[in-house]
Every structure is written in C-alpha cells, then in structure tokens.
C-alpha cells in the first residue's frame, strides 16, 4: 500500500488546516491508521489514530482538545482536522498504517508510512 498525505501549508496561529492521507493500492478498511509528526531537532510523537472502523480514536494530551481524526473507507482516505493551531504544531504530518484493526500511539506498531506533509503555524 501507497500512503499520500497532503493538506499542509502555512497558516497563522489560531487557524486551521484538514491533512489527508490516500491510500493506494489495496483496501484500508482492515487496517487502524494514525498521524504522527516530527519537528526539527525532535523525534517523531504521536498525534492521533483511529480503527479500521472509525468507531475507536486515540489521541495525546495536545492533540484531544484540538484535532479530528477520521476516516472514509469508501475513498481509502484518512483525515486529520485540525483547529486552535499553534507555533509548536509546526512539524511534518506523516500518516501510517497498521497491519491491526486496533489503533495504538506506538511508533513500532505501525507498519507502512506516507511521505508526510509540511504543516507550518506562523505566530
């Protein structure tokens, strides 16, 4: 499977952005999905996943108040909404999959990686 994110860009503090992560190649609807990002300088955290269903989201502290994650099997597409943006949410949005149905925070866990997307939040 082909993971493309895309949906990044410049916005200023407060604003919002939807990242959105297309996969190719075969069906998701098995499979739990997550967002991950990477700052300069920093390791790659977790932001949000979901299940193969859509019914089960995690999130972290930063991330419970502020994004959405969804999903849309039909479209093989993946979505992160994101409002209430920040400096310090500025990072390359990776999406992934996980060969389970069951979502996790783990790096390890997931199996396949989209190339990411820039998201930049001005101040």
């Known amino acids: 499977v082909q993971l493309q994110a895309s949906g990044g860009g410049l916005v200023q503090a407060g604003g919002s952005l939807r990242l959105s992560c297309k996969a190719s190649?075969?069906?998701?609807?098995?499979?739990?999905m997550g967002w991950f990002r990477q700052a300069p300088g920093k390791e790659r955290e977790f932001v949000s996943a979901?299940?193969?269903?859509?019914?089960?989201?995690v999130y972290v502290d930063f991330s419970q108040d502020r994004f959405t994650i969804s999903r849309d099997n039909a479209k093989s597409t993946v979505y992160l909404q994101m409002s209430s943006l920040k400096p310090e949410d500025t990072a390359v949005y990776y999406c992934?999959?996980?060969?389970?149905?069951?979502?996790?925070?783990?790096?390890?866990?997931?199996?396949?990686w989209g190339q990411g997307t820039q998201v930049t939040v001005s101040s």
């Open positions: 992934s999959l996980r060969a389970s149905p069951v979502p996790t925070r783990r790096i390890v866990d997931y199996d396949s």
């Open positions: 190649g075969r069906t998701i609807s098995t499979n739990a």
């Open positions: 979901v299940s193969n269903s859509g019914r089960t989201t």
